[in-house]
């Protein structure tokens, strides 16, 4: 018998609960990474990071850094540059956005799972 995720709250059962927060905390790596490889790719300015070397750092092979960034991971970083009326984003401006997005959506993903409005208490992040 399986279990459908559960809509708020938990599994009742301590291993399915914690399979499901290391999902989460895998789906939020993956996340990070796809972010990371579209704006050492696409926003850095005059040279975009060498494939070999993104592949190095994440693992991946040189096709899986390639392929790693949705277009929408891509817009939500191209139309928060284009709305500070900027060409490019410093690696440090770029972490500092991306920390603070990770941890909205980290905050939603616990409220969401506790019947918790987060817009009562959370920010907007650009993307």
């Known amino acids: 018998m399986t279990s459908s995720p559960p809509e708020h709250g938990s599994y009742n059962d301590p291993i399915l609960d914690r399979l499901h927060e290391a999902a989460q905390r895998i789906k939020r790596a993956h996340e990070e990474i796809r972010l990371l490889v579209a704006y050492a790719r696409h926003f850095t300015g005059y040279r975009p990071y060498r494939l070999s070397d993104l592949a190095t750092a994440t693992g991946y092979s040189i096709s899986g850094v390639r392929t790693a960034p949705t277009h929408r991971d891509r817009n939500r970083i191209s139309e928060h540059?284009?709305?500070?009326?900027?060409?490019?984003?410093?690696?440090?401006?770029?972490?500092?956005?991306?920390?603070?997005?990770?941890?909205?959506?980290?905050?939603?993903?616990?409220?969401?799972?506790?019947?918790?409005?987060?817009?009562?208490?959370?920010?907007?992040?650009?993307?």
């Open 81 to 127: 540059v284009i709305g500070m009326g900027l060409e490019c984003l410093s690696p440090e401006e770029f972490l500092m956005l991306l920390d603070q997005y990770l941890l909205i959506e980290e905050a939603r993903d616990y409220t969401s799972e506790r019947d918790v409005d987060p817009e009562q208490w959370v920010e907007e992040v650009p993307f």
